[in-house]
């Protein structure tokens, strides 16, 4: 089976663009968690989607938005970009009724 | 609300020599997962080994071996053999059981560099 994928897997943007990542789970995986990694605040969940319905969303403001389609593949979108969004976001899937979450490489974002 | 600390930012063993990372987590949750998560350089973080909190029974994976003390939520990596491959961040995580959403807390992680 092919793992998670993300593209891109590098973004440059600047302050007050927006941007979209895309995250591709394990072929059978329909729940997809998004986190954000950054040396300062370190892994932190933003979403999780399951059956293309949000379940859990974490501390982020509305900026940061999610979804997932019906062949299980997930978009994250931030909106209005600021410094403070540059980072490593994470996408993961996991199987129904199994704990353990797959990641993929990651998207790293950099705002100038 | 579930933490999870660790409190080793970064560690240092010789190759072939035993290492232990430590983590605690705080929790009301009786039933949940705990585990450990290995981020190389650049490269995928992948799953290092498991621990369901309704075993008594320390889960062990080849040279990796966990030490989980439900009371006083404890729950330490032993890395047995290190190897130059071994050298990442490793971070612990924390997910409830049965709950609604599958989020993982994480440690800040302990970057582990192995010498050869």
């Known amino acids: 089976k092919a793992g998670v994928t993300q593209t891109p897997r590098y973004l440059i943007k600047t302050r007050g663009q927006q941007v979209t990542l895309s995250c591709s789970p394990i072929?059978?995986?329909?729940?997809v968690s998004w986190y954000q990694q950054t040396p300062g605040q370190g892994l932190q969940f933003l979403f999780e989607?399951?059956?293309?319905?949000?379940?859990n969303k974490g501390n982020f403001p509305g900026r940061f938005s999610g979804r997932q389609f019906s062949n299980s593949r997930s978009e994250m979108n931030v909106s209005t970009l600021e410094l403070g969004d540059s980072a490593l976001y994470l996408c993961?899937?996991?199987?129904?009724?199994?704990?353990?979450?797959?990641f993929g490489p990651g998207t790293r974002l950099t705002v100038l | 609300a579930q933490t999870v600390t660790q409190s080793q930012p970064e560690m240092s063993v010789q190759e072939a020599e035993t290492v232990t990372l430590s983590c605690t987590y705080d929790t009301s949750e009786n039933n949940y997962y705990l585990f450990w998560y290995k981020q190389p350089p650049s490269r995928q973080m992948i799953l290092v080994i498991r621990?369901?909190?309704?075993?008594?029974q320390n889960a062990t994976e080849n040279r990796f071996s966990v030490n989980f003390q439900k009371a006083a939520k404890s729950f330490s990596l032993k890395i047995s053999d290190s190897q130059l491959g071994d050298t990442a961040m490793y971070f612990c995580?924390?997910?409830?059981?049965?709950?609604?959403?599958?989020?993982?807390?994480f440690g800040t992680g302990t970057l582990l560099a192995v010498q050869p």
């Open positions: 993961a899937s996991q199987a129904n009724g199994y704990n353990e979450q797959f």
């Open positions: 072929s059978g995986h329909r729940s």
């Open positions: 989607y399951f059956s293309e319905t949000q379940r």
């Open positions: 621990q369901e909190a309704y075993k008594q």
């Open positions: 995580a924390f997910m409830k059981q049965g709950g609604a959403t599958n989020k993982l807390i």
